[in-house]
């Protein structure tokens, strides 16, 4: 007997096949299974998809939204003086709660891994003890991982590199980083080399906030491509953000882009927080904040899509769903072809999780028992709808359910019931 079945789903390759379950497994995929189970989820009609995958969040300071005062620029920069003031006053048990809370939304919405990163500026390192507990806390959920993040600057601020180097010892599992936070562009390449260095000594991985400014002469992503090579990182490196490709001229972008799939960098662009926050000192025309995302897929580099923020310092809205985070960066790439719509989908699942190295991940055999059955036909109307999760199950457990959304209607001589899954062809 089967712990749990899940019937007659549609996989994001348009396979219809029940899921077996036992323990935290999966234990057989196949287009029927006949076998008794403990628990049968009826997905017939439904997508059945892995979770969702979130490779660059702050965890820290999510759902502080107006603490210690609303960022009235809105921009980049005021956000970070916000936060400085928040990270200060804000005690261990507000950010445990705070993410907790977060990590029930992402529960509920299939989102079951994530990298956040931690500031690790503050000589009390309480945000480092807060989401160390967190990370224990969600375990038998959500594969957290953590980031060791200088918010400050590596060098820029006092102690940056030591107190770096004590949350690595305390068990955070990523070197982070923001050189184009420095004061000098030296100064950022210096910080890039030396934070590769740690990595590579430590057997880390190594995951930069990198030239997230519009400066099309911010261009640290090459040091990073260099260090990566020479240290033998590759397969090992994130360069978040990259904003200032979208102002970089392209002969330069075309060398640019090579050297980063030679070094098998991944890029993580995060386009709900990068197109609020980016062209904030333009008039027209008006610069949106997001990478070169199609250039780099093309090249053969790896491209998520990222949630950065949700009701912090830096961002106002946002609800742990993934979805949202594509359907936003399907729309500013210009990426409305089928193949690039389903494209989106998989960047926000099986590409997410391949990046940041979710073991067990994926539906087969011998997987991690971990799924959201959606309200949806396929990847391209999840996108379109952003649906309700029907059901959300974690190594081997339902953790969570939504009723389907369906709208009643009192219409003459209309249907009594109204789903927004798109016509059939």
Known sequence: MFDLLVKGGTLPDGTVADIAILGDKIAEIAPRIDAEAREVIDATGDLVAPPFVDPHFHLDATLSYGLPRLNASGTLLEGISLWGELREIATVEEMVERALQYCDWAASMGLLAIRSHVDTTPDHLNTVTAMLEVKEKVKGYIDLQLVAFPQDGLYRAPNGRENLIRALDMGVDVVGGIPHFERTMQAGAESVRDLCEIAAERGLPVDLHCDETDDSMSRHVETLAHETTRLGLQGRVVGSHLTSMH???????????????????????????????????DTFPKRRGLTRVREMQAAGIAVGWGQDCVLDPWYSLGTADMLDVAFMGMHV????????????????TETNAAIIGVEGYGL???AMASLVVLDADNPVDALRLRPARLAVVSKGKVIAKTPRQDAALSIPSRPETVRRRAPKR
């Open 333 to 348: 790439a210009q990426m409305t072809h089928p193949d690039e719509m389903a494209r989106c989908f998989t960047m926000v």
């Open 364 to 366: 087969s055999k011998g």
């Open 247 to 281: 102002s970089m001229d392209n002969y330069y972008v075309s060398k640019l882009i090579p050297l980063m799939a030679e070094a098998q960098i991944a890029a993580i662009p995060n386009p709900l927080i990068n197109i609020v926050l980016q062209g904030r000192h």
